[in-house]
C-alpha cells in the first residue's frame, strides 16, 4: 500500500520554463489536495479537489493549473515557472466523510526555479 | 483574514513538561474540523490529533490533547510530558466549506530542552 506518492522529489528548473507534478494515491481518497510550503512557513492552499472532474482554487492559485480525470491522480502542472515559485510542493488526500479528516501526505516534491 | 491563527513562532520547553502551542481559527460555518500536524526537520507530515466543531469532549491522543473552545475559536493544543523527540514544527489546520477545504497556520516551532 503506497499510500500518496509525488514525483518529482527534486527539480530545477529554469524561468519561464514548465512543468508537472504528478501526485497519485491509492487509497480511494475522494479528496485531494496541492500546497506549497515555503521556507520556515505553513502550508498554503494551491488547488483541490472533492472528486473526479471536479477542482477549486485555494489560497494561491496563480501560475498553476490542475486536472483530475481519474480518482487516483492529481497533477499540478506549473506554466513559466518563476523564481517566486520555488518551494515545497505537497499533495495530500483524504475520505470525503467530514468530521474523520486526516490528510494523509506524500513525501514533498522540493522545486527550485533559477 | 487569516483562517488560522498561530501566534507564537518558536516555543521552548523543558523535557517532562506539560506545553500548550495556540491556535484560533475564524470561520462562519457551523460545521468544522480541526487539526494538529507534527512536522519534524526530516519534513514529513505527521498527523496528531482531530477535533469536530460538535464533539463536545475535547479529543485526546496519548500525550496530546486539543482544548476546544469553541466560543473563543481556540484549538489549543497541549503536549504533556515533554519528549526531546517532540521538537518539531505544529501546524494547525482547518476544514470547512463542506469539510472540503483545508488549510493551514504558519506554525509553531517547538524546541524541547534536557
Known amino acids: 500500500n503506497a499510500g500518496v506518492t509525488q514525483t518529482p522529489k527534486f527539480r530545477i528548473l529554469k524561468i519561464g520554463q514548465s512543468m508537472t507534478l504528478q501526485c497519485t494515491q491509492d487509497?480511494?481518497?475522494?479528496?485531494m489536495y496541492w500546497y506549497r510550503q515555503d521556507p520556515g512557513m505553513g502550508l498554503k492552499l494551491i488547488y483541490y479537489s472533492v472528486g473526479a472532474g471536479i477542482t477549486d482554487k485555494g489560497e494561491v492559485p496563480n501560475g498553476y493549473n490542475v486536472s483530475r480525470s481519474t480518482t487516483e491522480d492529481f497533477p499540478l502542472r506549473l506554466e513559466l515557472a518563476a523564481p517566486s515559485q520555488t518551494s515545497v510542493y505537497f499533495c495530500?488526500?483524504?475520505?470525503?466523510?467530514?468530521?474523520?479528516?486526516?490528510?494523509?501526505f506524500g513525501e514533498g516534491s522540493r522545486l527550485t526555479v533559477l | 483574514a487569516q483562517k488560522i491563527t498561530q501566534t507564537q513562532p518558536g516555543m521552548f520547553v523543558q523535557e517532562k513538561e506539560a506545553v500548550t502551542l495556540d491556535c484560533t481559527y475564524d470561520?462562519?460555518?457551523?460545521?468544522?474540523?480541526l487539526f494538529w500536524y507534527k512536522q519534524p526537520s526530516s519534513g514529513e507530515m505527521i498527523f496528531l490529533i482531530y477535533q469536530g466543531s460538535y464533539d463536545e469532549q475535547n479529543a485526546t491522543e496519548g500525550r496530546y490533547s486539543l482544548n476546544f473552545q469553541k466560543a473563543r475559536k481556540s484549538a489549543n493544543l497541549v503536549i504533556s510530558a515533554s519528549q526531546l523527540g517532540d521538537s518539531a514544527m505544529y501546524f494547525c489546520a482547518m476544514n470547512d466549506e463542506g469539510y472540503q477545504k483545508v488549510t493551514f497556520g504558519i506554525g509553531t516551532k517547538l524546541q524541547v530542552i534536557p
Open positions: 470561520t462562519s460555518d457551523q460545521s468544522y474540523g
Open positions: 487509497m480511494n481518497h475522494n479528496y
Open positions: 495530500a488526500s483524504s475520505y470525503s466523510i467530514g468530521n474523520t479528516g486526516e490528510l494523509f
